[in-house]
């Protein structure tokens, strides 16, 4: 750990090893969860519209955002460390860096598969209302919350079909890309 001075503070600075990582598991309730996940993928579905409308600042910190729900967790783990505690890390944990090319772009680029048959099942299905029916009859969603997800589904079926990427309607067919047939 070393020490420097900044604006009559000392920051504490942590070593960090990207060769030595660990998993550990988050408990936590489904509020807790949407939000974490809104936040890392569809950020401007935050909360509620009124939350972010015409204030840019705030849709400037949507947009910097890790897109990862790990990222965005750690993102403000370390923004708390170093608000509480003056304390960061030398370097940026991986969660939280921007990479160049990431596996998913390699998938696409060598035309490999994105998704098993059961994700895009699961992908498919999630385009239905029907799909929502137990969950906003359990209380566990809001209808708000279902047709959100619809839309979110739905961009994320288009961005499949824009780069060629077919989604077969029949559950026995695994996704493939247009080129294959």
């Not at 708000?144 to 067919?173: C, H, R």
């Amino acid at each position: 750990m070393t020490a420097t001075t900044t604006n009559e503070t000392e920051t504490f600075q942590l070593d960090i090893s990207t060769d030595n990582k660990n998993t550990i598991l988050l408990n936590v309730e489904d509020e807790v969860k949407q939000l974490i996940s809104k936040l890392a993928s569809n950020k401007t579905a935050l909360v509620d519209s009124k939350f972010i409308d015409g204030d840019e600042e705030r849709t400037d910190i949507l947009n910097a955002l890790p897109n990862s729900m790990t990222g965005v967790v750690i993102h403000y783990f370390c923004k708390g460390l170093k608000t509480d505690f003056d304390v960061e890390f030398k370097e940026q944990p991986v969660s939280l860096k921007v990479r160049a090319s990431s596996n998913y772009d390699k998938k696409v680029a060598g035309k490999k598969r994105l998704l098993t048959k059961q994700q895009k099942n699961e992908l498919l299905a999630s385009l239905d209302f029907k799909y929502y029916t137990n969950d906003i009859g359990a209380g566990k969603l809001t209808m708000e919350d279902a047709f959100e997800s619809i839309k979110t589904a739905i961009q994320k079926k288009d961005e499949y079909e824009k780069m060629g990427y077919v989604l077969p309607e029949k559950k026995t067919e695994s996704p493939y890309w247009k080129d294959e047939e």
